[in-house]
C-alpha cells in the first residue's frame, strides 16, 4: 500500500464548478498535511496546509482533513482554466527530518 | 516571503562530467533544505535531507558519493551531480524549510540534461 495515495486523473471540470481532489494517507500518526500545485515543466508551489480535523479555507480554496478516516480533501470553488495544473497531496508521515511523502498527483483540467 | 531560488533553470553535459546546482533561500533561514528528483509524468521523490552544518541524510537507494550534498550556510545548499550519466538526466528540484515549521518552499527546479 502506497503511503499517499491519489487518483491521477484527469479530473474535468467545467469553468466556475467546484472542483474536488482526494487522498488518503495510511500512516495514522501523520502530523501535517499540504496541497501543492504543480505546472507542467515547473515545481511545485504551496496552496495550503492543514493540521487540525476540519476545514480550512483560503479564498476559493477549502482543505478538509479527516484523521478518523485518513484522508484530506481539496474544494476548489468557481474553478478557472488556469486552475488546470497538477494538484499534489503531501504528508509529513512523521519520524526524523520532517520529510514529507508526495502522492502522485491529480490531473486536474478546466474546461471552458 | 519564503523565496527559493535555483541555479541553473537547466544545464546540459556530458556523460562523465559532474554539474553542481546551487539552492538558495532569499528571503529567510532554511535550517533544513531537500532535493527531490522528478522524472516525466511521476511524482517528486525525496533524494536527501541536508541541515545546516551537518551531513546530508539520504533516502535508501540514493548514492551519496555519486549525489554530494553540501549545506555549508543558512541560505545555501549545493547538490553535485558527480559523473553523471544520461540516466540522471531529470528534474531537479530543492526547497527548503525554517525553523520549526511544517511547509516546505520549492526552488524553481533544474532540469538536467545527460548526453
Known amino acids: 500500500q502506497k503511503e499517499v495515495e491519489q487518483n491521477s486523473g484527469p479530473l474535468s471540470v467545467p469553468e466556475g464548478a467546484i472542483a474536488s481532489l482526494n487522498c488518503t494517507y495510511s500512516?495514522?500518526?501523520?502530523?501535517?498535511f499540504f496541497w501543492y500545485r504543480q505546472y507542467s515543466g515547473k515545481s511545485p508551489e504551496l496552496i495550503m496546509f492543514i493540521y487540525s480535523n476540519g476545514d480550512k479555507e483560503d479564498g476559493r480554496f477549502t482543505a478538509q482533513l479527516n484523521k478518523a478516516s485518513q484522508y484530506v480533501s481539496l474544494l476548489i470553488r468557481d474553478s478557472q482554466p488556469s486552475d488546470s495544473a497538477t494538484y499534489l497531496c503531501a504528508v509529513n508521515i512523521g519520524g526524523g527530518g520532517n520529510k514529507l511523502t508526495f502522492g502522485t498527483g491529480t490531473q486536474l483540467k478546466v474546461e471552458l | 516571503g519564503a523565496v527559493v531560488s535555483q541555479h541553473p533553470s537547466w544545464v546540459i553535459c556530458k556523460s562523465g562530467t559532474s554539474v553542481k546546482i546551487e539552492c538558495r533561500s532569499l528571503d529567510f533561514q532554511a535550517t533544513t533544505m531537500f532535493w527531490y528528483r522528478q522524472f516525466p509524468k511521476q511524482s517528486l521523490m525525496l533524494m536527501a535531507t541536508?541541515?545546516?552544518?551537518?551531513?546530508?541524510?539520504?533516502e535508501q537507494g540514493v548514492e551519496k558519493d555519486k549525489f554530494l550534498i553540501n549545506h555549508a550556510s543558512l541560505t545555501l545548499s549545493t547538490l553535485t551531480v558527480t559523473s553523471a550519466h544520461p540516466e540522471d538526466s531529470s528534474f531537479y528540484i530543492c526547497?527548503?524549510?525554517?525553523?520549526?515549521?511544517?511547509?516546505?518552499?520549492f526552488g524553481p527546479g533544474t532540469r538536467l540534461t545527460v548526453t
Open positions: 500512516d495514522r500518526g501523520s502530523q501535517s
Open positions: 541536508s541541515n545546516e552544518g551537518s551531513k546530508a541524510t539520504y
Open positions: 526547497s527548503a524549510r525554517a525553523g520549526g515549521d511544517y511547509e516546505q518552499y
